[in-house]
């Protein structure tokens, strides 16, 4: 709004009440706009920070299951002591002092 | 040179690869069982810290791979171990145990007699975990489970003991100590010599996968 319109609208009466509606109209208009920037500036920073929460972490330490998995070749009993024989039947254990 | 980079540039070609980043499991303990899958010219790297494993191999073993990796890793399975222990009679006659080629009869043998006493326990057990089980009052059944392959449906046991004891403060006898790789769905069968403290046994274990209950219900 040019200085202008302002001191033509004072001249004129006529012209003074649309003069000071228009003028209130731009004003809440730019309120409303400064509150809206400030609003969507705050909502950057929140995303950019939680963004950089999220990924300064580093790996997360999570604990892992380490159980590890039977490969083909892996035997069906491997006794600690004695000895054991796998047959159709089952697998028969033979414990070092065997009384038999 | 031409004439072997072409045909390499082209095998290249049918390679594929991709990078998975397991999420329950150690990468470590799954590698031997994905090197088993791998094709002739297939390749695998892993990568410990970041816990990622990288496969490189021909387009037709890729799915399988990938696959293979995805039902690997998976949170710890659980099982219920429905073991079952027989005290079978004294053996009849020496020879039956001794260590010839003959040695079978036992199994054959164990089949027709009547245990004297019969004792059954279940034991839960989660992958990675170890659980016992009392079967009467003298033996304990202990196991530890390690990683399950749902492809081969095999679970493996890093420790699988049974102990007895006489009585109370006397000392505990291993009347059987290993590791042990177990069918699942199916009872396996171990037949256990006698010693100079226990009579000769058979123990059948049968490990049941459990379905993952998320959300269970409360009434």
Not at chain 2, 2 to 27: C, N, S
């Amino acid at each position: 709004m040019k200085i202008e319109e302002f001191r033509s609208a004072q001249r004129n009466p006529e012209e003074w009440t649309p003069f000071m509606r228009t003028l209130e109209y731009r004003m809440t208009r730019r309120r409303r706009h400064l509150r809206m920037a400030i609003a969507a500036a705050a909502v950057l920073a929140f995303v950019l920070a939680g963004t950089f929460w999220r990924f300064s972490r580093g790996p997360e330490s999570r604990t892992l299951l380490r159980a590890n998995v039977p490969t083909r070749s892996a035997p069906a009993f491997t006794p600690r002591r004695g000895s054991a024989l796998a047959t159709a039947h089952g697998i028969v254990v033979i414990n070092p002092e065997d009384r038999t | 040179m031409a004439i072997l980079a072409v045909p390499l540039w082209f095998a290249a070609q049918q390679m594929e690869g991709f990078t998975y980043t397991l999420k329950y499991r150690d990468v470590r303990s799954v590698l031997a069982r994905v090197t088993e899958d791998l094709g002739k010219h297939g390749q695998v790297w892993i990568d410990g810290a970041a816990n990622r494993i990288t496969v490189q191999d021909d387009s037709s073993h890729m799915n399988q791979i990938r696959r293979l990796i995805q039902s690997l890793d998976q949170p710890a399975r659980h099982f219920a171990m429905d073991t079952r222990m027989d005290i079978l009679p004294d053996v009849p006659s020496k020879s039956l145990f001794k260590p010839t080629p003959n040695f079978v009869d036992m199994t054959q043998w164990s089949a027709t007699v009547t245990p004297r006493a019969t004792y059954r326990g279940v034991m839960d057990l989660y992958e990675g975990q170890a659980a016992s089980c009392s079967l009467g009052t003298s033996y304990v059944l202990e196991a530890r489970a390690q990683g399950y392959d749902p492809s081969r449906k095999r679970l493996a046991l890093d420790n699988l003991s049974l102990t007895y004891r006489e009585a109370a403060g006397k000392p505990a006898v291993d009347v059987l100590n290993g590791a042990a790789v177990l069918r699942e769905g199916r009872p396996t069968l171990f037949l256990v010599t006698p010693s100079d403290q226990t009579p000769p046994l058979r123990l059948s274990i049968k490990p049941t996968l459990l379905p993952v209950v998320t959300r269970p219900e409360v009434r």
